[in-house]
């Protein structure tokens, strides 16, 4: 899930180019809250069913937790802050019935969750690993995983630290 660029900023495979942490972004509307996963990048070096990469937007606890390099460690492997810390949160369930942009960074030790442009929570954790296999959306490590109950959209990986 590194992503390599030529000098001349363009992707390659080429395994000596520079790596760049990523950044996960889409659109997801739920039909309700459930114990589930927007989406988990499995990396063989990463405990915890080769956790490398992954959020729970939110678990069924309404808390959206960010995972990389494993889980479930403050400030190591995980950060996690409640919806209703959000100033933009209803309150309501209904709330995640509607379209939200949610945007997850991993910027050398730093990671933020962002929450339509709005800066959610920010922490700390490990290095992010460079042995990514594959990359499953709307669910956890496998297909029938940590299944979300709605959906996602426009969902982009970009090849640098989003700040907003």
């Not at 509307?29 to 499995?42: E, Q």
């Amino acid at each position: 899930m590194r992503i390599r660029h030529t000098s001349a900023g363009h992707p390659t495979t080429d395994p000596n180019a520079p790596a760049v942490p990523p950044s996960i972004a889409f659109f997801q509307k739920l039909r309700g809250v459930v114990n589930s996963s927007a989406f988990w990048a499995n990396s063989t070096s990463s405990p915890s069913a080769m956790r490398g990469f992954q959020a729970h937007v939110p678990w069924g606890d309404s808390t959206i937790y960010f995972d990389t390099a494993g889980c479930c460690n403050a400030n190591e492997t995980r950060i996690s802050l409640g919806i209703n810390n959000f100033p933009d949160y209803t309150g309501d369930a209904t709330w995640w019935e509607d379209w939200h942009h949610f945007a997850f960074v991993k910027d050398g030790e730093a990671k933020r969750i962002y929450i339509n442009g709005t800066l959610f929570h920010e922490g700390t954790g490990f290095p992010l690993p460079t042995d990514f296999i594959t990359l499953v959306m709307g669910g956890g490590s496998g297909i029938t995983e940590n299944r979300m109950n709605g959906m996602l959209d426009e969902f982009v990986i970009y090849d640098g630290g989003l700040t907003e």
